[in-house]
C-alpha cells in the first residue's frame, strides 16, 4: 500500500528547506574569503561526531543546522584564497552557480535520453576545452571525476591500441597473453599515472623513468636511446607537462616528435599544466602537445570549476569506445545518435559536471581564462620575490608557473637539519590553520610548494603566508 504521507511530509519539508538555505547559503558563499583555511580544533570538535544510526532522524532542518556546524567548525576552506596544498583551484561565480543548479536538477548526463541539455553541454564545453588548448577537432573527450581518471581513459585507449598492435583485443581477452607493456617517462610522472597502470594490469615497477637529475628532469639523450632500444615494439610514452613540485615541464616537443619516429601511444599529463595554452607568456611549454595521442586536464585545477571535474582527450574514439564498450538489452549503443557518455568513459552513473563548465566557459570565455592562469602567475612570481628578499627564506625554482618551491633556511644547518625543521615547520602550518599548505621533496630536500590556482588568492593572502612561516618558525 503507498504510503501518501511521505511525498507530503517530503514536499512539505523542503519548502521550508527552500527558506532556510536561503538564509544561509548567501552567507556561506559570500564568506569564502574570511573563514580560516583549517580549523585548528577541527580534531577535537569531530571526536565526538560519530554516533548511532538514529531510527527515526532529527528532520532536515537541524540536519542541515548541524552540517553547518560542523563545516563550520571543523571543515577545511578549500575553495578560499589561503588554500595552497596540492594543486586546488576554486570555483568561479558563473561555475559555482552552475554546479548548485546540477544538483538541484539533479542531472544524469549517462546519455542523452536522460539529459539532453547536459550532454549537450558536455560536448559543446569539451569542443571549447579543445580549441583553448589546441587539440585536434577530431579527437573526442569525455568528462570524469580528475585527472587520475581522465590518466585511466587514456591509458586505458593506448592499453586498447598497444593490444591491437600484438593482435589482441585486451578488452576482451585481458593482458594474460600478452607480454609487458614498455612504459616510458620522465622522473616527473604522477603518482595517479603509476596507479592508472597499477590497476590496469599494466604494472608500475617496470616504467623506465630517463631522468637527468634527483628532481627527475628528462634525460633526452636516455630517452631517445631507450626510445631505439624498443625496435619497433609498441610502447606507451608519457609525456609530464606540469609536475607537481616546481610546476615544470617535460620538453613536451621534443619528446613528442622523437617519440613519434617509433610506434609509441604518447599521453600527455597535463592536469593543470596544460593550460599554459591559454596564456602567450607561457603557451611554449605545451608546444607540439597536438601531436600526442591523448590528454589529461584537470577542470577543478586552474578552470576554477567545483569539485570533481576533469578531462580526458583520446585521438581515436574507435579504441576508447572498444575500451569501455558493455552492453545490456537496455542500453543505448555507443554509437547511437542520441549520445551515450556511459559508454565511452568509465562511469555509468555521471552528475552534470559539464552545468559548471559550460558555464564558466560561456560567462568568461577564451580570454576569462587567460586573465585567471596569468593571475595565478602573477601571484607565484610576486611570492617567489617575496621569499627572494626575505633573509631565512631560500627560493628554490624560479617559477615558470603557478607553484613556488622554497624552504626555510636560518642558515648554518646541514640539508639533514633543514629537512627536519621543514618538516616540523609544515605540521606547525597546517596546526595553525590560516593556510593549508603541503611539504614535499625536491630531491632530497623537504620544501614547501604553494601551488597558486584560485581566482580568490591576492597579493596580500601570500605577503601573509610569508609572514606566518617565519611568525611560526620563529616559534
Ligand atoms: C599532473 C597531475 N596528474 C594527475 C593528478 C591527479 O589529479 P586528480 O586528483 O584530479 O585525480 C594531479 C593532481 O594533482 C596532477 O597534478
Not at 24 to 34: E, K, Y
Not at 90 to 113: E, F, K, M, Q, R
Not at 256 to 271: F, P, Y
Amino acid at each position: 500500500m503507498v504510503q501518501p504521507e511521505l511525498g507530503q511530509e517530503f514536499r512539505a519539508e523542503l519548502d521550508d528547506l527552500v527558506q532556510q538555505l536561503a538564509k544561509v547559503l548567501p552567507d556561506v558563499i559570500r564568506r569564502t574569503d574570511d573563514r580560516i583555511a583549517l580549523q585548528p580544533d577541527a580534531a577535537s570538535v569531530l571526536s565526538n561526531f560519530r554516533e548511532p544510526l538514529p531510527l527515526q532522524g532529527c528532520g532536515a532542518e537541524k540536519a542541515i543546522e548541524r552540517l553547518l556546524e560542523l563545516n563550520e567548525t571543523a571543515g577545511g576552506n578549500t575553495s578560499g584564497p589561503k588554500c595552497f596544498h596540492f594543486v586546488i583551484g576554486g570555483s568561479t561565480p558563473a561555475a559555482l552557480a552552475a554546479d548548485l543548479l546540477a544538483t538541484a536538477y539533479d542531472a544524469i548526463t549517462y546519455t542523452w535520453v536522460l539529459s539532453p541539455t547536459g550532454v549537450e553541454m558536455e560536448m559543446q564545453a569539451l569542443d571549447w576545452l579543445k580549441e583553448i588548448f589546441e587539440l585536434p577537432k577530431s579527437w573526442t573527450g569525455v568528462m570524469v571525476t580528475g585527472a587520475s581518471m581522465a590518466n585511466f581513459v587514456c591509458i586505458a585507449a593506448a592499453r586498447q591500441w598497444w593490444g591491437e598492435q600484438h593482435g589482441l583485443d585486451v578488452s576482451e581477452t585481458g593482458l594474460a597473453c600478452a607480454p609487458q607493456m614498455p612504459v616510458l617517462t620522465s622522473g616527473f610522472v604522477h603518482a595517479s599515472t603509476l596507479k592508472v597502470l597499477a590497476v590496469q594490469g599494466i604494472g608500475r615497477s617496470h616504467v623506465q623513468r630517463f631522468t637527468l637529475d634527483d628532481f627527475g628532469r628528462l634525460d633526452l639523450d636516455a630517452f631517445a636511446a631507450g626510445l631505439d632500444a624498443l625496435a619497433g615494439e609498441p610502447a606507451l610514452v608519457i609525456v609530464n607537462a606540469g609536475e607537481v613540485n616546481a610546476g615544470e615541464f617535460d620538453p613536451v616537443r621534443e619528446m613528442i616528435e622523437l617519440a613519434r619516429q617509433h610506434n609509441c601511444w604518447i599521453h600527455v599529463d597535463g592536469a593543470f599544466g596544460l593550460f599554459a595554452k591559454v596564456s602567450p607568456r607561457i603557451a611554449h611549454f605545451v608546444d607540439g602537445v597536438e601531436q600526442a595521442d591523448s590528454a589529461t586536464v584537470d577542470g577543478h585545477k586552474w578552470l576554477n570549476v567545483p569539485y570533481d571535474s576533469g578531462y580526458a582527450f583520446v585521438r581515436d574514439y574507435r579504441l576508447m569506445a572498444r575500451a569501455f564498450r558493455y552492453s545490456a538489452d537496455y542500453l543505448p549503443d555507443e554509437n547511437s545518435d542520441r549520445p551515450t557518455f556511459g559508454a565511452i568513459g568509465p562511469e555509468s552513473s555521471r552528475r552534470a559536471r559539464s552545468f559548471a563548465v559550460w558555464a564558466t566557459l560561456k560567462a568568461y570565455g577564451r580570454e576569462g581564462q587567460r586573465r585567471l592562469v596569468e593571475h595565478c602567475l602573477d601571484i607565484a612570481a610576486h611570492f617567489a620575490e617575496r621569499v627572494r628578499a626575505t633573509e631565512c627564506l631560500e627560493l628554490l625554482n624560479d617559477p615558470q608557473l603557478n607553484i613556488v618551491a622554497f624552504r626555510y633556511n636560518p642558515g648554518g644547518l646541514s640539508d639533514a637539519q633543514l629537512n627536519e625543521l621543514n618538516e616540523q615547520l609544515g605540521e606547525a602550518v597546517l596546526a595553525d590553520g590560516r593556510f593549508l599548505v603541503g611539504t614535499s621533496k625536491m630531491g632530497a630536500r623537504t620544501i614547501f610548494r604553494p601551488a597558486f590556482s584560485n581566482w580568490r588568492t591576492r597579493q596580500q593572502d601570500v605577503d601573509e603566508f610569508a609572514d606566518v612561516i617565519l611568525e611560526l618558525a620563529n616559534r
